[in-house]
């Protein structure tokens, strides 16, 4: 089950981007949100947090940009969760 870790609002709008593009810059981060790069990276740096606890990670390459990585299943899973996230408290169950 998951730890006290949550994501607020700015939070899970700026995963849904990341899971849906696949990798992303910040640049078009803060022209689908309207936020500045020093709230993205703050962000980010919550939503890593939030990740490691279902082993994927955030990776931030410079020029290259953000993405999300992990396991097929454990990303799979975390989608499932963003969606219910506003709904009800996630829990994850490993096998």
Do not use: P, W
């Amino acid at each position: 089950m998951l730890g006290n870790k949550n994501l607020d609002t700015k939070d899970q709008e700026i995963l849904k981007l990341l899971l849906k593009q696949g990798t992303i810059h910040y640049q078009n981060i803060s022209e689908s949100t309207g936020y500045s790069r020093k709230t993205i990276a703050n962000h980010l740096n919550h939503i890593e947090e939030f990740l490691d606890e279902y082993n994927v990670e955030l990776i931030r390459k410079r020029g290259i940009g953000i993405q999300v990585r992990g396991d097929a299943k454990q990303i799979r899973i975390l989608k499932k969760c963003i969606l219910k996230m506003m709904k009800s408290h996630c829990h994850y169950y490993q096998n």
